[in-house]
């Protein structure tokens, strides 16, 4: 007020520069709040995704994703591929995408989510945490097949089921996954069921499939080699 005053800005020109400022930060605050909210493990950008490396990723492809119309028109993502070929990179980074706009997203890993769900049946309170993954307008459930499940019970793929039937064309889930979709009956321990969520998950879903290097290996690979040289 007092750098207006002196260059005689106008009182409406600086309370409009004033409520802009007011409303970026509000803005800010929100969509923060949308990322704490989320469960987002960590912050990943597309601009950090080396495409030229992963030549198994259509860039396009990925770049129409950022648009998030899947998100707006219920549809499911799914990402499979090799251990580090960036489908956890890719998916995180539309998650906070998600954020930045106005939806409500949440992340968790499966054997996360299969857990809390399981504890929801010992305590009677499946129902509140089923909520959890079923009202946010973007899931991404992570590493599916990705690591044993704690509870080694067929009603993983009954819990399982629940998720992705709730959210069924009514919300986008994301999947990542490093197993083949015949050994998901295996991992969730019912293979009847099983065939049900998957059906469900492939129907109208955009299915990214990477072939390529690990990029952990990639970076190993050249700190040896530097390692080497030094
Ligand atoms: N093409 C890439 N450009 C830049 N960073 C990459 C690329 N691919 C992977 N990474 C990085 O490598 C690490 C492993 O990638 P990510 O977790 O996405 O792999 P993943 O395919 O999900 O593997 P996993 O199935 O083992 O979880 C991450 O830190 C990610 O940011």
């Known amino acids: 007020m007092a750098r207006a005053a002196q260059s005689a800005t106008p009182p409406t020109e600086l309370l409009e520069r004033l409520l802009a400022a007011e409303a970026d930060a509000l803005t800010q605050r929100r969509i923060e709040r949308r990322i704490n909210e989320s469960r987002l493990p960590e912050r990943k950008l597309l601009t950090d995704f080396d495409f030229d490396f992963q030549k198994g990723i259509d860039k396009a492809q990925i770049m129409e994703l950022a648009k998030l119309n899947f998100i707006h028109r219920k549809q499911g993502v799914i990402i499979a591929g090799n ?31 299969l857990r809390d769900l399981f504890s929801g049946l010992a305590d009677d309170t499946l129902a509140l945490k089923l909520k959890r993954y ?4 973007l899931l991404l459930i992570d590493e ?3 690591d044993r499940l704690e509870q080694q019970d067929p009603r993983n793929a009954c819990l399982f089921h629940k998720v992705i039937d709730g959210r069924y064309c009514k919300k986008s889930t994301m999947i990542t996954s490093n197993i083949d979709f015949k050994e998901l009956g295996d991992y969730l321990g019912d293979p009847v069921i099983t065939t049900a969520i998957v059906d469900r998950m492939v129907h109208h879903a955009i299915i990214l499939s990477i072939e390529g290097p690990s990029w952990r290996l990639h970076q190993s690979q050249q700190l040896n080699n530097r390692t080497t040289r030094d």
């Not at 251990?83 to 992340?107: D, F, P, Q, V």
């Not at 079923?134 to 307008?137: A, E, K, Q, Y």
């Open 83 to 113: 251990s580090g070929t960036g489908k956890s990179h890719i998916a995180k980074a539309l998650l906070l995408l998600g954020c930045r706009e106005t939806y409500r997203c949440r992340y968790t890993t499966a054997s996360d989510m």
């Open 134 to 137: 079923l009202t946010p307008d």
């Open 144 to 146: 599916v097949g990705f």
